[in-house]
């Protein structure tokens, strides 16, 4: 594919924030039919260096309850070398969504001859091992993982780094295009292509988000993105004192991570983990506070932001959920040790006018998972090493 090159890289203690780069063409051809020599201002990456990355890459789909067809859709459209990783908290009883996905992967994998893995967020096999590992902070009163989509993403790397991975990439099982399924998993082996850091994390902007009331609009931003966007750009002007609007993807769903960096963030629940994924790097890698992980801060944390060509089209689930959204993302902003009192005030006038918030309403403190430390993450592995067959679409894992 061709990219735009990295033109503008804004720096934040150890961090490397690359400002947006779209994509220029999906596919790039045949490495022998290029002529020599590189365009200015064009990034052209191989389709064997793409696919590399995508041997190395597991794809986590968390989902719940989302209608099979668009489940069906998003699967189909997961570049064949990639490892699909299913994390589903859909119904049992009653009827049984879950089993309905795991026989449609099944399915899938048979004709498309791959292999995937597929759990169910409430197993108690997992549970357990992350209790004894030390995971505690995902499990619910009744010790099982609780209910999220921050919890399913967590499960997901920890199943993608006992299958081996060295990068995990998170898409939502609500697309209606596999075609953009595709080209968000394009776009984070081109990422990680481009950098020069082990600790790299690249986001997806989409180029538009269609909304259909009356005729098709082509809308470039959501509503909680725009909101989040704005209070990430100012928790980074008030440290730099230099205005910044280099975060365009606060709230991106769909991103990815190097295993390495995955590993040694603290996470927060629900809805408030993208944001509070850049929260937390800032944080420990910013330079305000002192350094999380010496080795990472040597590298440096990279983080891409690609814009892609295929519209963003997903299930709309209301106003009420974009406030679901937003608040968590906001809240975790707000209780930052390195949030300053003009950014809060933004935050909760923020909250207000989206009649998240009444006026005189502090928002709600996030619940985090602290950071997993590097014997709890060996220990999960050991205890699940034997099990993984277990989690095989097919039954055929190793
Ligand atoms: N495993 C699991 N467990 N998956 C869940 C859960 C859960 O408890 N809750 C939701 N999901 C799945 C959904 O089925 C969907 O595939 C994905 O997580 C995202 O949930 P949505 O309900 O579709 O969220 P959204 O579309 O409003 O928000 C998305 O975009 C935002 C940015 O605009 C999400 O990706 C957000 O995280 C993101 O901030
Ligand atoms: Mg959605």
């Not at 040597?298 to 709309?316: A, D, S, V, W, Y």
Request: proline share 5%.
């Amino acid at each position: 594919m061709r990219l735009e090159t990295m033109r503008y890289t804004e720096r934040f203690g150890s961090v490397r924030i690359n400002d947006v780069q779209k994509v220029i063409e999906l596919d790039s051809g045949r490495k022998e039919d290029t002529p020599a020599g590189e365009i200015i201002g064009v990034k052209k990456i191989d389709d064997e260096v793409v696919r590399g990355i995508e041997h190395r890459m597991a794809i986590v789909i968390p989902t719940r309850d989302e209608k099979l067809k668009l489940f069906e859709g998003v699967i189909s459209g997961v570049p064949h070398d990639c490892l699909i990783i299913v994390v589903s908290n859909s119904q049992i009883n009653r009827v049984d969504r879950f089993k309905m996905e795991a026989d449609t992967l099944a399915q899938f994998c048979h004709f498309s001859q791959r292999e995937a893995l597929i759990l169910h967020q409430k197993d108690p096999v997992i549970a357990e091992a992350l209790g004894q590992a030390g995971y505690s902070d995902l499990l619910g009163e009744d010790e099982l993982i609780r209910d999220g989509k921050s919890e399913g993403m967590m499960v997901g790397w920890l199943m993608a780094k006992l299958a081996k991975k060295d990068y995990v990439g998170f898409i939502d099982a609500d697309n209606y295009f596999p075609g953009a399924v595709w080209e968000y998993a394009k776009c984070y082996a081109a990422g990680f292509s481009m950098a020069t850091s082990p600790y790299a994390m690249v986001r997806i902007l989409w180029r538009y988000k269609p909304k259909i009331s009356g005729g098709i609009y082509f809308k470039k931003w959501g509503r909680a993105s725009e909101v989040t966007n704005k209070c990430l750009n100012s928790l980074i002007s008030s440290k730099t004192g230099f205005e910044s609007e280099i975060i365009k993807t606060g709230n991106a769903g769909e991103h990815a991570m190097s295993m390495r960096l995955a590993e040694i963030l603290p996470y927060a629940s629900d809805f408030a983990v993208e944001p509070y994924e850049l929260v937390s790097i800032f944080e420990g890698f910013g330079g305000v506070l002192p350094t999380a992980n010496q080795t990472a801060a040597k590298h440096g944390i990279e983080i891409f932001q690609i814009e892609t060509r295929n519209p963003h089209l997903h299930e709309e689930k209301g106003v009420q959920h974009v406030r679901e959204v937003l608040l968590p993302g906001l809240s975790a902003i707000y209780y930052s040790p390195i949030c300053e009192p003009e950014t809060k005030k933004m935050i909760k006038d923020e909250l207000v006018v989206q009649r998240v918030l009444k006026t005189n309403e502090k928002p709600p403190k996030p619940h985090l998972c602290l950071l997993p430390k590097k014997v709890a993450i060996k220990k999960f592995i050991e205890l699940m090493g034997e099990h993984l067959a277990a989690y095989s679409a097919t039954g055929e894992a190793e």
